[in-house]
């Protein structure tokens, strides 16, 4: 940037270009900084000597590249300090810019070591290796927290970056369990939020792990406080560390600058400001202008630099430095503002009045002690009086004339700058007609602002005839300087205008603004100035002793255009400190020297003290510091130098601790505002040097929050379209070009990065950056910032870059899963799997683009569609191949299908899109394929399960149905479909309970409801097809359970065939199973054969029918069975008829027997044995039978048959009386019959029906003739009711 060769010597050596374009503006030659010698440029042999050994090419070249290397080094480290001494006068004295408090906190960076010990604390979470206590949905959270995002490759490429806080790992924790948490059941007594906060408690406890919080380090690093406000010292450290400036280079520095004075530092701004305007008139005059658009905007530009200057002098006049006259203020700062730029010619038109030097004092009188004191008795009482004349008198404390010390302080206020105090001496009077105290002695002073402060003896005036001839008082007085009185003394002065005589007076330098100063002289006690003169234009500088005037030894003198003052003091210190002051209020370029004959020696003969400021400028030179400090900043070109400033300080920034995303702290802004300002650093060339460090950061991977880039390219973009956002109207040619490239670089950029969203935000991280990218790259395609660009040519582009994120994405992911080479070799099965688990990848993508990027892109939804199915049209080309692969009747990919179909029907863009058609074109053969084959394998299988069937009821097969493989299609010839893995259906509950169907009719019905669950777990998208399956396996299940129910009331009635009809007749198990397997598929009917519609439901209402007239003739078949046994029972008793051959013999056979022995008549064993026969029978339908309603059925028919049969049989012996055994059997058959129906949940009105009547009315009245005839009568059976009978 800076020549290193003299400013007074031209160099042939040729920089770098960047170092050779410190120009300055305008005119002005271009500043160069003396190199530190200029032996390096000495030839290396000299004309005469010896000529040396020529070395080699290489070492010549290899010579020639260090020394190369040497001076760039050299070069930088010039520039880095000139730099360095500018950046630390805007930090010293601060007069346009404040270091902002409403800038966002950025928060601390995590690096890869931290973020290894998280994934580590986290995994021993999993492991159960801590203390932290948490339910499974935590724990899940956890898990899917820990394999999503921590292990994720972009998210250690975001820490890499240093993009990423750990309040980023919360957040998108807290955003995944906020999602987790709404899903979750409501819980009495706990709300969702208190769940959140534990959640969220229970995460920071991992993440911390077993830090101890209080051991925190003593001292935070600079770059750790760097968010904070920096105090001035910590600002010079950073800007050490950002421009590579050592500490002694800084201590020199600050020492040679006087940072600390405050009043040299403003004299510097002050004269930078008066030679910027200079600048301006040389421009002007030689209209030597930087390169615009139109010849109008080259006088817009010389105001602009004018305007510039006169706000900095307002911005510096506005700063408080004294009590001076309010007046003169505000009517300077009103024409400041009012003028146009300010012109230091017509400075003397406002002339200072004497009350507008205003100087305010504070003195501090303090009384030691009085020596001497002789004419007073020790035991007086002696004291002090003080006073400054004019103003208020104090008095010290009483004290014993033997010991006169007081010690006491009197503070005064004077607007005197030489006031007059006056201490005096008293005792107390005796005398009753004394009316005042005697005065002992006095002492008058005169003291100033340079008087001493240390406490001294002063002999005191005694009255006449006193004895206290040496009388002493010993006192101190300080008499503070006022902030705008910049220095005071005692000098000859002689002038044209004011102080015509040359006379010792005392003047004092007055600071009445920051831009205005007067040299005052004084008498004593006055307040105002007896001359003053106003020292704007002049220019000090030391001189020769004057010829003629007496008095002074050591002159200098301060020079206008129609005036010159001449100055001499006594002591050559003063002079200095006097020219120093004088030059810093003058505001003049060039600086006094002082004369090296007159710093050797004094007139007493001895060395003289050296000012501290010169002692440093000394040492500053001997290190070569001197150029430096002494540079004129005017001349140089400082949109170079603040291009450097502002880009190490990015550099810096981009590397401390925080998360910055190429946000600056906020000292770091403070001090670039005020170097731009103080230095006229114009605002658009700042933004566009700041956009491309921002881009060149951004493209080497950096995270660069895309807002910045907003309000940089915002700002020069209104600058260029004329927009004045800084206040300027010229635009240059070079700012015009210099736009047009970034702004073509910055769409290049976004694209990339909207291309790229997925790695450049992952997980949405900077919260809200793609879409502030999105909202940038509509800015950055606008013409111009009135004309918005329209909204096609923005989704136009956006569709372009998901396009190609589409491939960018899906190329990384079959990387990641390292498909191409599996497809390539792997065999059919592994291919399948691998496509199976590269879907669950794409799915996986494509929701986390829905989670954490939809909102960005929520201008553009079909955007994202097109987005998703270009990427899964990429997808389509590897599923195709694998699916090639498989066997013609392979059933493995219905679960691929399943999976992708669930995604694709639940996203309201991509349902019946273009890739969920082809996947339904390529599943429908396979589908249909799978339907065909599974009716014929039902079918078969049920032509031979009922073929084989055994009628054993299921209970005993299935009492340990979940620890067994669920039953398969039988194996055929053909490569069949097994069923997919599923859950045990929830009707199969019942069988752990009670008795159910037989094998073949369970593996129907389960077979069946598989298939109808798997088709329905299809989900098919498309609603005919979709109707089409579901109507197929409806018809499928109807033409299966009537086979079904057909074979079943065969086998049925076959059965019941080689039933014998005797009383030891019991229902067989198998008989029971059969009417199961009717209840069942009645049950099953409803769910498998139902569908919403008409011909369905009529069809299904046809297998309802089937299935009731089955039943009914199944129980008509058993009841015929049953009644059967009771017509044997009913004709053994026929035997006993009266009238019949039987029944003849058994009378006479036992009347005559009965004479000779006790022949025992008929017992009831054919009752009981009926009776036992019924009711065990009932036992077992009730036990086997799972429908209650069939059984009642059932009951209900056998008790009206049983009643019939017994009414027929009587009515058939209507003209006979009944045999009294035949009477008692079927008393008890048809009460025990009548009770046990009843137990089992007959009806009453059942049970009382007419042929019951009938029947009780016909016993009843044969109970009655036997009760007559025979004197024996029933033995206790009777049609009564009685509980005593015998159960």
Known sequence: MLDPSSSEEESDEVLEEERRDVLVAGTSPRLVLPSQGRDSREPAGRAGTARPVSPSPSVISEEREEQERQQKEEADRRIRLQLYVFTIRCIAYPFNAKQPTDMARRQQKLNKQQLQSIKERFQAFLNGETQIVADEAFYNAIRCYFEVFLTSERVARMVHCGGCSANDFREVFKKNIEKRVRSLPEIDGLSKETVLSSWLAKYDAIYRGEEDLRKQPKRMALTAVSELILSKEQLYEMFQQILGIKKFEHQLLYNACQLDNADEQAAQIRRELDGRLQLAEQIAKEKKFPKFGSKEMEVMYIEELKSSVNLLMA?????????????????????????????????????????????????????????????????????????????????????????????????????????????????????????????????ILNPTPNSGKSPELHKMIVPKNSQDSDLKIKLAVRMDK???????????????????????????????????????????????????????????????????????????????????????????????????????????????????????????????????????????????????????????????????????????????SY?????????????????????????????????????????????????????????????????????LGTVTAQEKERFEDIKERLRLLLENQITHFRYCFPFGRPEGGLKATLSLLERVLMKDIATPVPPEEVKKVVRKCLEKAALINYTRLTEYARIEEMLNQASPEKKLEDILQLADLCIEVLQQ?????????????????????????????????????????SWESFPLFQMLNNYLRNDSHLCNGKFHKHLQETFVPLVVRYIDLMESSIAQSVHRGFEQETWQPVKSITNSLPNVPLPKVPSLTLNLPQIPTFSAPSWMASLYDSTNGSASSEDLFWKLDALQIFVYDLHWPEPEFSQHLEQRLKLMACDMIEACVKRTRIAFEAKLQKISKSADFRLPH????????????????????????????????????????????????????????LEGMLAKLSRYDEGTLFSSILSFTV?????????????????????????????ILREKIN??????????????????????????????????????????????????????????????????????????????????SDGGGLQGITMKDSDEEEG
């Open 659 to 727: 998360s910055c995303l190429g946000w600056f702290s906020p000292g770091q802004v403070f001090v670039l505002d005020e170097y731009c300002a103080r230095y006229g650093v114009r605002g658009c060339h700042r933004h566009i040097c700041y956009l491309t460090e921002l881009m060149d950061n951004a493209e080497s991977g950096a995270v660069i929050d895309p807002t910045l880039l907003h309000y940089s390219f915002a700002f020069c973009a209104s600058h260029v379209h004329g927009n004045r956002p800084d206040g």
């Open 482 to 656: 006022p902030p705008n009185m910049k220095h005071c003394g005692f000098l000859y002065v002689l002038g044209q205008k004011v102080w015509k005589r040359w006379k010792k007076r005392f003047l004092v330098l007055v600071q009445v603004s920051q831009y205005t100063f007067a040299m005052c002289s004084y008498k004593e006690k006055k307040a105002e100035p007896q001359e003053l003169m106003q020292l704007d234009g002049y220019t000090v500088d030391y001189t020769e002793p004057q010829l003629g005037l007496q008095g002074g030894r050591v002159f200098f003198n301060a020079v206008k255009e129609g005036d010159a003052i001449v100055f001499a003091s006594d002591d050559e210190q003063d002079r200095i400190l006097w020219v120093q002051a004088m030059y810093r209020a003058t505001g003049q370029s060039y600086k006094p020297v002082p004369p090296n004959q007159v710093q050797k020696s004094n007139t007493r003969g001895g060395q003289i003290e050296v000012p501290v400021s010169q002692v440093y400028a000394e040492r500053a030179q001997k290190h070569g510091m001197e150029e430096f400090i002494s540079a004129d900043p005017c001349r140089f070109d400082h949109s170079i130098l603040f291009r450097t400033l502002q880009k190490r300080t990015l550099d810096h920034r981009l590397n401390d």
């Open 1151 to 1179: 009347k005559a027997a009965s004479k000779y022995v006790e022949v025992p008549k008929p017992g009831m064993d054919l009752a009981d044995t009926y009776i036992m026969f019924v009711r065990q029978n009932q036992d």
């Open 1187 to 1268: 429908e209650e309603l069939y059984v009642e059925k059932l009951f209900d028919q056998w008790y009206c048959s049983s009643m019939k049969s017994i009414c027929i049989w009587l009515t058939d012996r209507l003209d006979l009386q009944l045999h009294i055994y035949q009477l008692k059997t079927l008393i008890k058959i048809v009460k025990k019959t009548y009770r046990d129906f009843r137990l089992q949940g007959v009806l009453e009105g059942t049970l009382h029906n007419k042929t019951y009547e009938t029947i009780h009315n016909r016993l009843t009245v044969e109970e009655t003739t036997i009760s007559v």
């Open 849 to 889: 683009n829905e989670e954490h990027h939809s909102e960005a892109f929520a201008w553009w939804p079909d955007l994202m569609a097109e987005h998703a199915e270009m990427f899964w049209s990429l997808f389509a080309v590897d599923l195709d191949s694998a699916l090639g692969a498989q066997a013609q009747d």
């Open 1070 to 1125: 198998h008989v029971c199973t059969m009417f199961n397997v009717l209840v069942d598929a009645k049950k099953q009917s409803t769910k498998l054969c139902v569908l919403n519609g008409g011909l369905e439901q009529q069809y299904h209402s046809k297998i309802d029918d089937l299935i009731e007239e089955t039943f009914k003739e199944m129980i008509s078949l058993l009841v015929s069975k049953f009644v059967a046994v």
């Open 315 to 443: 911005n510096l006049e506005s700063l408080p430095v004294s009590k001076g006259g309010p007046e003169f203020k505000l009517q300077k700062l009103k024409r400041s503002q009012n003028s146009t730029f300010l012109d230091l010619g017509d400075e003397n038109d406002i002339q200072l009045s004497k009350s507008d030097v205003v100087l305010s004092f504070t003195l501090e009188i303090v009384i030691m002690e009085v020596q001497g004191l002789k004419s007073v008795a020790p035991n007086r009482i002696v004291y002090c009086t003080m006073e400054v004349e004019g103003g208020e008198k104090l008095q010290t404390d009483q004290a014993e004339a033997s010991r006169p010390q007081w010690g006491t302080q009197g503070d005064f206020t004077t607007t005197h700058p030489r006031p007059v105090i006056k201490v005096k001496l008293f005792t107390e009077s005796t005398g009753v007609l004394a009316l005042e105290d005697k005065e002992l002695g006095k002492v």
